[in-house]
């Protein structure tokens, strides 16, 4: 057996094999900070890429998963069903925007991407529109790591490039440039720039994707609530299924349940992941509504739809998912939100000097996300190493050095957060 002191056989996401240094060893958590072997506790600016909304060991979380592993753990969906699966569901309709009321689950974020984009096609296949199976994303979007899903990731700026010959085609619309509180005007240039593209290939578009008010993993790039609404009216004129990606943006992160619920919008399928169990197991939900879902009633052998994980609606996620979403709304999360908010806004927003850096080129805000964006990625290198020393965990994505704390963070440790973002920049 290989001493815990020879290199790990663990492959590290994101990495490079040469030059990665041994990944520090965490052995524990507590609200919202974990703990390396050795006794060093960091306080965690990303809530582990941005799910682990309640923190660490959360005892009511600890308690439901316990629970119901003395119950059932796992059992098929295939011909099954089981109480917190049903339960669950029926939840996620009644938090959701109106109109959405089936729910398929699934076991990541991707896979619910991967099944918003087939129902999406099936859809209009079943609609007699065979040729509308090509998707329509943006740019800056990012979808998740698998096939599909990366074929619908900005094909330029994103991670997934080397990859453009293995994948799919499909058509991608400039990202929208207004921010949250742009006039309308602002964001018309956003819609035409859509409108052009609908135009032109509307006729194999099945659907629409986007990650709603803030494109997250490709750069934290936030835009209107106008934007969907017109994203909407857009999709109705072409017969266009929109398709809301809130796998980072469900569950407070922008201030609101949902991104959606800024701007009134029912989405024809929304997909859920990250938060959902507040992060304490994976799992997925892709929501769709009568529309879609009756699209599949029918009785030819190709009505069916055709997809099944194994670990779709497993019992302890579905356990835990619920338990996640009583204390959340119980503990007032939207409060707890909009007082993180008030200290981005206060600390990293209204800090004259800082937005005046030559390195940084914008500073945005919007609910539990904050961004300092950079002219440069190497303007962050070695920031991590930096916050580290000053017991804070912050891992930038390029040139975007960001926070998405856990919801559970006290105003005291958002601060300690953001002094450590701006003391990096003298
Ligand atoms: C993280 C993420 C995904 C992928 O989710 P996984 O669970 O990592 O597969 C998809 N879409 C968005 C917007 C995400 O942030």
């Not at 072997?37 to 660490?56: F, N, P, Q, R």
């Not at 599909?148 to 010959?165: I, K, N, T, W």
């Not at 809301?244 to 201030?255: H, L, M, N, P, S």
Request: contains cysteine.
């Amino acid at each position: 057996m290989p001493s815990l002191l020879s290199p790990s056989p663990v492959w590290h996401p994101y990495a490079h094999l040469k030059t990665q240094r041994p990944a520090p060893r965490v052995v524990g958590g507590e609200g919202a900070s974990f703990t390396l072997e050795g006794g060093e506790t960091l306080l965690d600016a990303t809530c582990s890429w941005w799910c682990m909304i309640h923190g660490y060991r959360h005892p009511r979380l600890v308690r439901a998963i316990q629970q119901q592993a003395n119950t059932l753990c796992h059992v098929m969906l295939g011909g099954l069903t089981h109480e917190p699966a049903d339960r669950l569901a029926r939840e996620l309709v009644r938090i959701t925007p109106a109109g959405l009321d089936h729910v398929f689950f699934s076991d990541s974020g991707s896979v619910g991407m991967e099944v918003a984009m087939k129902m999406a096609v099936q859809y209009h296949q079943l609609h007699g529109r065979p040729g509308k199976h090509r998707l329509l994303s943006l740019m800056k979007a990012y979808h998740g790591d698998t096939a599909g899903c990366m074929a619908v990731c900005d094909p330029e700026e994103g991670m997934h490039s080397l990859f453009a010959g293995y994948l799919p085609r499909h058509h991608f619309a400039p990202a929208p440039t207004a921010p949250f509180d742009a006039e309308p005007d602002a964001v018309e240039q956003d819609l035409a720039a859509l409108r052009v593209v609908l135009e032109r290939h509307h006729h194999e578009i099945a659907a629409l994707l986007m990650e709603p008010l803030l494109q997250a993993a490709g750069g934290l790039n936030m835009t209107s609530p106008q934007y969907l609404r017109g994203a909407r009216k857009l999709c109705d004129e072409f017969d266009v299924l929109l398709v809301f990606d809130e796998v980072a943006t469900g569950f407070g992160r922008t201030g609101r349940m949902f991104a959606a619920d800024h701007a009134d919008v029912t989405p024809d399928v929304m997909v859920l992941s990250k938060g959902l169990t507040g992060g304490y197991l994976g799992h997925a939900a892709t929501l769709a509504t009568g529309r879609v879902h009756d699209a599949f009633v029918g009785d030819s052998p190709l009505h069916a739809f055709m997809h099944g994980p194994t670990f779709m609606g497993n019992p302890l996620a579905c356990a835990v998912a619920l338990e996640s979403l009583a204390v959340f709304e119980e503990e007032d999360y939207l409060g707890r939100i909009a007082a993180l908010n008030e200290v981005l806004h206060n600390e990293l927003l209204d800090d004259t000097r800082l937005a005046e850096h030559p390195a940084i080129t914008d500073i945005r805000v919007l609910g539990a996300t904050a961004v300092i964006e950079t002219h440069d990625a190497a303007d962050l290198v070695g920031v991590d190493d930096w916050a580290r020393e000053r017991g804070v965990w912050l891992r930038p994505i390029g040139r975007w050095l960001y926070t998405m704390p856990a919801y559970i963070t006290s105003a005291q440790e958002m601060r300690r957060i953001t002094e450590v973002m701006k003391g990096w920049f003298g």
